[in-house]
């Protein structure tokens, strides 16, 4: 089907991709300017995050781009199945959380778990979510004037050579970004119903589950575990590890992470750390997960298991061709300016592996676009501002206090609450969506922490439990990271919007101008 210049509306981009998505329309959907041929500057083989944004950039730049999705639309698994149905619940399991713990106080009920049903969100989130998948493809193709084929498996043939939609493409550079999937761990049992990972959970739940159990131990599952218990629904984690040591969270900050699993604890998660699955059991649906723990054996029983147990790389529709460099994990290996080992090709997005972050993707999409056409231009991600959701948001950004203590020899550290007090001592922090808490339950309002290298005086790292600060995150991370950095003091004379939830600024003042900075 030939879109190109048919300035399809917002609804009928909506109507088309649903009728894809349910295998009614099953031809390839072309907006492409036959007018000039088939050759492009760089062909992004992947149309999520990394595609798209790569694709709008090298276009900007003057370079004709062309974008190939299997899907039939633009944007990837984060509005299909990643980051947007996990804001949606992060954001159920806040609102779940306070009508939980308020139960029959001020204008709350009782608290009825069969009200709260996973299975009503994802069928909510079912249903909706080719709205945020129309606006890709409108705004790919009216505003950026991205030129794309969706719906349409491609084959790499070699480094300037594609086949898709039954036509031959060719460029000058190849970017990959064909994403990632879980790595289901070699445990016996995966394959029984009601054994989901994040993807096939949001397409193929069709009961309420009642006795959860979610394997691993990083940000998929706490995330998940955490709305799940939200709804009230029984929930195990069982971890090889301590939660949240691994992976993307490996730089949070101790006294944060202490926070973040007593408040899961608080909240009666079930927290198997340092066990491991042996089994999943059940006759044709799961029925139970065997786990050695530190303790001995256990067995639970569970109607759904949640496999969040890492990331592999989606390498198949290029790797015969185009047998790039990986590292141990599978995961496409590049230089800053998203190089590949094979001349012209160049990979991005979650193909480069951990963290798997829309800002890693975007960026390296288009740090590869602005190589190709020539512009310089370099992204080193290992430096990140990095957040998760528990029934909380919980942001970091810069040097954990552990990691800034091996760094310099005087560390100080701004702390709510402080150390010396027990948590409910006080209410504070307590702001902008915590302020209810404040009032009724204090141990609950979160928990911050910024952490001063006390020579330069330099802000190093900041940590913050709580809701409504990740959006101040971006700029903290941005300030504490840029050349020369800044100082407590120049953070106490900005301009806080108070009660804001980061309480760095106002907390900054209260110590700027300090000959020896102290700890508070
Ligand atoms: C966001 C998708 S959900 S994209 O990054 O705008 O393509």
Aim: charged letters at 20%; glycine letters at 10%.
């Amino acid at each position: 089907m030939d879109v190109h210049r048919a300035g399809l509306t917002m609804a009928q981009w909506r109507q088309l991709i649903d009728e894809a998505y349910r295998g009614q329309v099953t031809e390839p959907i072309t907006n492409i300017d036959d007018s000039r041929g088939s050759h492009f500057d760089a062909i992004f083989v992947g149309g999520g995050s990394a595609g798209r944004f790569g694709a709008a950039v090298l276009r900007s730049l003057g370079g004709r781009a062309l974008v190939l999705e299997r899907w039939p639309f633009l944007g990837g698994s984060c509005p299909h199945q990643a980051c947007v149905p996990h804001h949606l619940f992060s954001e159920a399991a806040k609102e779940l959380d306070q009508a939980q713990a308020l139960a029959g106080r001020l204008w709350y009920g009782e608290f009825d778990p069969k009200a709260a049903s996973i299975l009503e969100l994802v069928e909510l989130f079912r249903s909706q979510r080719s709205g945020p998948h129309a606006h890709m493809n409108w705004q790919s193709a009216g505003q950026l004037d991205i030129e794309f084929v969706v719906n349409a498996e491609a084959t790499v043939v070699d480094a300037s050579t594609v086949h898709a939609a039954g036509r031959t493409f060719t460029a000058g550079a190849l970017v990959l970004c064909t994403g990632a999937r879980t790595a289901i761990p070699p445990v016996p049992g995966t394959s029984l119903a009601g054994v989901f990972d994040y993807a096939s959970f949001i397409e193929n739940l069709n009961y309420e589950p009642s006795r959860i159990v979610v394997i691993g131990g990083s940000k998929i599952a706490v995330e998940y575990a955490s709305f799940y218990r939200a709804t009230g629904t029984p929930t195990t984690i069982v971890s090889r590890g301590a939660l949240l040591s691994t992976g993307g969270p490996g730089r949070m900050d101790d006294d944060l992470r202490r926070f973040v699993v007593d408040g899961m604890r608080l909240r009666d998660v079930g927290l198997l750390e340092h066990s491991t699955v042996t089994r999943i059991t059940g006759e044709h649906r799961v029925e139970a997960v065997e786990v050695t723990t530190l303790d001995g054996p256990r067995r639970i029983e569970a109607d759904f298991v949640l496999l969040a147990t890492g990331e592999q790389p989606n390498v198949e529709p290029f790797i015969d061709a185009l047998p790039v460099a990986r590292d141990a994990d599978g995961f496409v290996t590049v230089d800053s300016r998203m190089r590949t080992s094979i001349p012209h090709v160049y990979a991005a997005g979650d193909l480069l592996g951990p963290p798997l972050e829309m800002f890693k993707s975007r960026r390296s999409g288009t740090t590869a676009a602005r190589n190709i056409m020539g512009t310089d231009s370099e992204f080193h991600y290992a430096d990140i501002p990095d957040f998760l959701h528990t029934t909380y948001e919980v942001t970091w950004a810069g040097l954990s206090e552990r990691e800034a203590r091996a760094a310099f020899d005087d560390v100080v550290t701004i702390q709510v609450p402080p150390p010396e007090l027990a948590p409910g001592e006080t209410p504070l922090p307590m702001a902008e969506g915590s302020m209810i808490y404040g009032f009724t339950l204090p141990e609950r309002t979160g928990f911050q922490k910024c952490v001063v290298d006390a020579r330069s005086r330099r802000v190093v790292g900041v940590h913050h439990v709580g809701y409504g600060a990740k959006d101040a995150f971006q700029y903290l991370h941005y300030l504490i990271s840029r050349p020369g950095g800044i100082t407590v003091d120049e953070l106490g004379d900005m301009n806080e919007l108070y009660i804001s939830p980061d309480y760095f600024i106002g907390y900054a003042r209260l110590r700027s101008g300090q000959a020896e900075l102290t700890s508070m």
